[in-house]
């Protein structure tokens, strides 16, 4: 069974830093591009950022490339999402997927994680 975990999600003060991981439970997602999302309470979810199954290739948002970096360590199955100078704004539930292109369209992935909260508060 495909499995995706997210973790290192909390609560951080604004202008703080985290990095979310997520770690998937088959090598064979080795073959596939794992994409961030974020959902806000009462907001539709939003592509974050994506990465090709190689790591050689990436696409991230523009309301916020200057603060998240995602990369990949497939010998880990893991992927990251680095995020700095969080903001109140970035609040949201962070969901990693996996699928078939590097997008950032929720409907083109195959497999979701069940997400992991950032809360960003003084």
């Known amino acids: 069974q495909v499995q995706l975990v997210e973790s290192g999600g909390g609560l951080v003060q604004p202008g703080g830093s985290l990095r979310l991981s997520c770690v998937f439970s088959?090598?064979?997602?080795?073959?596939?591009?794992i994409g961030w999302f974020r959902q806000a309470p009462g907001k539709e979810r939003e592509g974050i950022s994506c990465i090709s199954s190689r790591g050689d290739w990436t696409w991230t948002s523009d309301s916020v490339k200057d603060r998240f970096t995602i990369s990949r360590d497939n010998a880990e199955n893991t992927v990251y999402l680095q995020i700095n100078n969080l903001k109140p704004e970035d609040t949201a539930v962070y969901s990693c997927?996996?699928?078939?292109?590097?997008?950032?369209?929720?409907?083109?992935?195959?497999?979701w994680g069940q997400g992991t909260q950032v809360t960003v508060s003084p």
């Open positions: 997927a996996a699928g078939p292109i590097p997008t950032l369209t929720s409907r083109t992935y195959r497999y």
């Open positions: 088959k090598s064979s997602l080795d073959n596939y591009a």
